[in-house]
């Protein structure tokens, strides 16, 4: 990927800065490990605004975790509701293993709800995005493997 690409496909909020890692050598590798306790010196490469997700765009966050976490949440928890009045005053005897079942599977989507909230929502501060926001989930998805698979080709 060319620097023009990289600059291109940044987030929004991302920071301007780049950071540096200095090559090592063998001899700075030595170095390195007595210096330990000046690494608490050092000045961090970003602050804190710059590394934070504007207000704007963490509120979208919010709104559409509480909407695709929150209703399956409801859900599970009113199967056991209403398996328990069925069971109770209608004597309609329900499988115990369909009842754990489907409140597995519904607080499992509610876990799946609030990945799906964060990655749906623009991360374009000037952007709202769509209702579902299966276009901004495509984008955010990729820019999100793109940047695990730049930290491992760097790591390796």
Do not use: H
């Amino acid at each position: 990927m060319s620097a023009e690409e990289s600059e291109r496909n940044r987030l929004p909020f991302e920071p301007n800065k780049k950071r540096q890692k200095p090559v090592k050598t063998p001899t700075q590798q030595a170095a390195t490990a007595q210096k330990t306790s000046n690494q608490a010196d050092r000045k961090p490469p970003y602050t804190k605004e710059e590394m934070a997700i504007p207000k704007v765009v963490s509120q979208r966050m919010v709104r559409r975790v509480a909407v695709f976490c929150g209703i399956p949440t409801i859900l599970a928890i009113s199967t056991l509701i209403v398996s328990y009045l069925l069971a109770t005053y209608a004597n309609i005897k329900l499988a115990p293993i369909a009842v754990l079942l489907v409140n597995m599977g519904l607080f499992g989507l509610g876990v799946l709800g609030i990945t799906y909230g964060v990655l749906s929502a623009s991360w374009d501060e000037e952007r709202v995005g769509s209702l579902l926001g299966l276009g901004e989930f495509g984008t955010n998805w990729g820019r999100m493997v793109a940047v695990w698979r730049e930290t491992r080709q760097k790591n390796s």
